[in-house]
């Protein structure tokens, strides 16, 4: 089979299509023969090794994930002599957990992982992007942020592939929200459900004063330092990029009023993962969340995919496709 694969951390160039061997489903696992995965920001992060926080638990000198790629959509192609929750046939979507792997024309998956049914009438590549990005965007804004009706939320980067998803859930959970994008992207962000709009090329948000009661920084272009007075009394900072700044933030500021988050939600206990990804299934057939999907590449354009994200210009998600 082909495998999107690095030895070396560095640009796009790094990752190049290889032939290895098919995976053989172990006795409670899926072999799932995948339609479709996605490039993310944070692929972008472990293929740089940028933040350098990441070389501690990536690899020192060299990554120890050679295949990228968390969450995927596909079919299941075998199964393990104790597998119950899964047949062959059956479209599935979800995550392959912390270790990647998903950038490959087939996966091991673990029946009792972060892997779902695809629900019917549902197209299912853009599944992929879509549990990606919902798996980290609901921690932040159900956990982190506790957004409930009457909450007003701010969410940097809403145009991103995580951003995206944010808007939909805070607007679901009942929240006000402002979305920051650029100009281009400001239709795309009502449609999702944003109340307000600011272009980031024309105003400064952190400009504001006692403002949000959560500012989810999305794509961590931003910082608490920055934010802190557009922060109502008790207002929560969350970003999605760790980094030892958010980490001496987040000690700093444990016992408040003012609070800085940051997530790990990949590495999520599988069983969370696999419960939320249940919720978004009655999401998806409430109309509550859609997938946004910006371009979609071949696996053998990988590379340019990696390009395309870090241009850091997406509105939505990048899916490559096998």
């Known amino acids: 089979m082909k495998a999107a694969m690095q030895s070396r951390y560095g640009g796009p160039e790094v990752i190049e299509v290889r032939d290895i061997a098919k995976p053989v489903p172990q006795e409670d696992e899926i072999l799932v023969r995948v339609v479709a995965t996605t490039v993310t920001l944070a692929d972008s992060a472990f293929r740089k090794a940028d933040p350098v926080i990441i070389r501690l638990f990536g690899g020192l000198f060299r990554p120890k994930m050679t295949i990228l790629g968390d969450a995927i959509a596909g079919v299941v192609d075998a199964v393990g002599s104790k597998v119950t929750r899964f047949k062959i046939g059956d479209a599935v979507y979800g995550s392959v957990g912390p270790n990647l792997g998903g950038m490959a024309e087939y996966v091991r998956v673990k029946q009792d992982g972060a892997i779902v049914l695809a629900p019917d009438g549902v197209e299912l590549a853009p599944l992929a992007g879509l549990a990606y990005s919902y ?188």
């Not at 281009?184 to 952190?206: K, P, S, Y």
Request: proline fraction near 3%.
């Open 135 to 322: 798996l980290t965007a609901m921690p932040f804004i159900r956990d982190e942020g506790q957004v409930r009706p009457g909450s007003k939320v701010l969410i940097n980067g809403a145009a991103g592939s995580i951003g995206a998803v944010a808007v939909q859930l805070a607007k679901h959970f009942g929240a006000e929200v402002t979305a920051v994008v650029s100009g281009r992207n400001a239709e795309m962000v009502r449609a999702l459900g944003a109340d307000h709009v600011i272009d980031r090329t024309q105003r400064d948000f952190t400009t504001a004063r006692a403002a949000y009661d959560v500012i989810f920084d999305a794509v961590g272009k931003s910082s608490f330092a920055k934010s802190r007075d557009a922060l109502k009394a008790d207002g929560i900072y969350l970003t999605t990029v760790m980094s030892f700044g958010i980490l001496w933030d987040m000690l700093a500021t444990r016992k408040g009023p003012k609070r800085a988050k940051l997530a790990t939600t990949g590495l999520r206990p599988e069983a969370d993962k696999l419960k939320d990804l249940e919720v978004l299934n009655d999401l998806l057939a409430a109309g509550a969340v859609r997938p946004v999907i910006d371009r979609r590449f071949a696996l053998a354009e990988i590379v340019e995919a990696h390009r395309y994200v870090d241009s850091e210009t997406k509105a939505g998600d990048v899916l490559v496709t096998m």
